[in-house]
């Protein structure tokens, strides 16, 4: 029955059709509140809405990033919005319609589709309600300009078009604001610029019997945003990790016709963007990709090294299964679904302070989805990032393109297992958890390893034990040694760190490499380069990633210990170094039948023959100076097997150096001729041998010598010098 059948008949009914669900501008209002208690709640310094401004402006591919606090606007405005203290932010990055479709929408944005954006996850700009009610802008894409306003109490009155209370609210001064944007960003046919008011009370008057109501309570003043935006370190973080943008500047000014003369806060720049990149397409991804640059600010600078990995075969697979979550279609009325996005994308990206004194410097690791999900420059440590040492840090962002939680404040599978099977909770789990340990952690030694190129030794070890020994990385360690090894290679003047394949040679540590004579180091270091030696010499007490090493053979030891000269044994601490190389050696097995203390022990009495006891009894040294001499040649000889040693006197050292230089002493008997010191009678026992038991150990030589040579070291004293 068509309207007209109706005419007359039954006046008082509308059949107009009216078939829709209608949805109210205060669904809209309580769900933008939601967001903000629930997604984006504010630590109280802005670091929310600047990550949030940082994000946009890089995904619309903006070089430029400019912050203006504004002390107040044009008194004479007709939008009193206009005429209060407000933020100007502006971009370079081009403003399209679907842009401008996109700020319209509470809850939503225009990137579902685009996987190179930052914001595949987050809510696009509505973080500006924090510090607004509502706010305006004016962009364009090729001189073509859109212009506009976002309140979202327009339609609460009773007409459902417009606000009730502010009317004025919706009036946008196209003029004004084209002009503010030519002033921050010149004259160009792509750009962005936003006039968010700051909260004032009077904006919070929609309660009922003037009770405050509004999208928030927190009514900031100019004098906030400037310590919001002052600060370089939270910028510096924020454009490390930036696709685009290359300079970030904060300002202060008295109004709109100030702009010129503005007092500039920070400005933080780089010297190119796309460090860490974005891709639209890893099908043919690359394995790693170095990267490094310079961040510059008027406060402190930093240098900036990474690598990043692109595709991962497993990653593919794990998109194509059939629980692989999706995102609804709807096209002419029918619906239909598609992959949600998810690139196999990751990067570790060091930033180091550019400081004079570097082993001050604490340690920051942060879990990023590009951006870090705690940007905080002093944090605490939680589940998503962790904290040592001094504020002033090396920050080092471990980027994945994660799932992360809601609240950005964990990253399921990874920080922590969580997860409904029965939900795409648990693909989510899997990618997340897949992504870290295939892409992500493996690159770490090759970071690290850059990043401490040309750094003082003593900071480089405080960084990477800092790491080494991180609560975010302890049950992890197999899977970040898993292609490489961060190894602190031996070299002349200490230890270098390079990351090398597992898998590429054998790796033997000596430990304490740094404290090792300066001629040792130079010696052996050479020996090794002339003979092209196929094996990887590092520094056991020095901070790595690494697995099982391999153990020394005797040619590897031998060619150490020719590297030992003599004059080298004038030292209690050379000595004591030499004891730990062979302690490591030899191991805590060492025994009588183990080869390899057979060549230490020939090797100690060939330097015994070459004079290396001179110094243990030196009349022009102090006493103290000997006695610690001596001290340290006991503990270097007690590392050899104990049935090998034979204490014996202070006035036998000529005629044991004598016969060393022959070689008579070696395997299998050691003379110790340092004095006899306090020790147990069952110790002594234990050391003790009669004479006949030295002839009968002692290897043959010349038969007339062999009674005369001999020590009695049963407790009398004997004679112990040869005769010529």
């Known amino acids: 029955m068509d309207e007209s059948t109706n005419e007359g008949r039954y006046p008082e009914v509308d059949i107009r059709p009216n078939t829709g669900i209608d949805r109210s501008p205060l669904d809209e209002i309580k769900a933008i509140q939601g967001l903000l208690a629930d997604v984006y709640r504010d630590a109280g310094d802005g670091r929310t809405l600047f990550r949030e401004l940082v994000q946009n402006a890089d995904d619309a591919g903006a070089q430029r990033l400019g912050l203006v606090v504004l002390e107040r606007g044009w008194p004479d405005a007709r939008n009193r919005l206009l005429r209060g203290p407000a933020l100007l932010v502006a971009n370079d990055g081009a403003f399209r319609d679907k842009d401008r479709k996109a700020l319209h929408k509470a809850i939503g944005g225009s990137k579902e589709d685009d996987v190179d954006k930052i914001g595949t996850f987050g809510i696009g700009l509505k973080g500006v309600f924090h510090i607004c009610e509502a706010f305006l802008y004016v962009g364009a894409e090729k001189s073509v300009w859109r212009a506009g306003v976002l309140n979202p109490w327009a339609g609460t009155g009773e007409n459902g078009d417009e606000d009730p209370l502010h009317p004025d609210w919706d009036e946008v001064d196209v003029e004004r604001l084209r002009s503010v944007t030519t002033e921050l960003l010149g004259e160009r046919g792509d750009g962005l610029l936003l006039w968010i008011p700051l909260r004032r009370h009077e904006h919070l008057d929609r309660g009922a019997e003037g009770r405050r109501y509004g999208l928030g309570e927190h009514c900031p003043r100019p004098d906030d945003l400037c310590a919001w935006f002052g600060r370089s370190a939270p910028a510096a973080l924020l454009l490390a990790q930036c696709g685009h943008l290359r300079t970030i500047d904060t300002a202060r000014a008295a109004g709109p016709e100030n702009l010129r003369d503005r007092v500039r806060l920070v400005r933080v720049a780089r010297q190119m963007a796309g460090w860490v990149g974005r891709y639209l397409d890893d099908t043919h991804g ?188 302890k049950n992890r360690l197999a899977l970040v040694r898993r292609r490489h090894w961060l190894l602190p290679i031996a070299a002349t003047d200490g230890v270098r760190w390079k990351a090398l394949d597992a898998n590429a040679c054998p790796v033997l540590s000596i430990p304490n490499w740094s404290q090792a004579p300066e001629v040792v180091r130079r010696r052996f270091v050479a020996s090794c380069d002339e003979c092209k030696y196929d094996v990887v010499f590092i520094d056991e007490d020095a901070p790595c990633f690494a697995g099982d090493l391999d153990d020394w053979t005797v040619d590897r030891l031998e060619r150490l210990l020719n590297c030992i000269p003599v004059d080298v044994f004038e030292s209690p601490q050379s000595l004591r170094w030499i004891e730990g190389i062979v302690r490591h050696v030899l191991g805590p097995d060492a025994c009588g039948r183990d080869i390899r203390a057979a060549v230490v022990a020939r090797w100690l009495m060939g330097q015994i023959g070459n004079g290396a006891l001179a110094h243990t009894t030196q009349r022009s040294a102090p006493r103290e100076s000997r006695d610690e001499l001596r001290e340290a040649w006991r503990g270097l000889c007690e590392v050899l097997p104990s049935a090998w040693l034979v204490e014996t006197l202070v006035d036998s050292q000529r005629a044991v150096a004598e016969l060393a230089a022959q070689g008579v002493f070696g395997k299998g008997l050691l003379p110790v001729p340092f004095g006899r010191r306090e020790v147990s009678r069952r110790r002594l026992r234990s050391l003790s041998l009669t004479r006949n038991d030295w002839i009968a150990r002692c290897p043959p030589w010349d038969a007339g010598w062999k009674r005369e040579l001999i020590p009695s070291v049963c407790g009398t004293p004997g004679c112990f010098s040869p005769k010529y």
């Open 286 to 473: 690359f394995p790693n990709r170095t990267f490094e640059g310079a961040i510059t600010s008027n406060e402190r600078n930093w240098s900036v090294v990474g690598i990043e990995a692109l595709g991962s075969e497993g990653l593919r697979q794990l998109r194509s299964q059939s629980d692989w979550p999706q995102y609804p279609r709807w096209q002419n009325g029918r619906h239909s679904s598609e992959p949600r996005k998810a690139l196999a994308h990751a990067a570790v990206t060091v930033l180091q302070p550019t400081n004079p004194n570097t082993e001050q410097l604490g340690t920051r690791l942060r879990w990023a989805v590009f951006l870090s999900l705690d940007d905080d420059p002093e944090p605490r440590s939680s589940a998503i990032v962790e904290s040592k040492g001094p504020s002033l840090a090396w920050e080092i962002i471990l980027h994945g393109y994660f799932w992360p939680s809601q609240d950005r404040r964990s990253i399921p599978g990874v920080t922590e297992d969580i997860g409904d099977a029965a939900s795409d909770g648990a693909m989510r789990n899997r990618w997340n958890r897949a992504l870290c340990d295939d892409l992500l952690l493996p690159l770490l030694p090759s970071a690290l390893a850059n990043a401490v190129v040309g750094v003082d030794e003593r900071a480089a070890r405080r960084l990477l034990g800092t790491v080494v020994n991180s609560n975010m990385l």
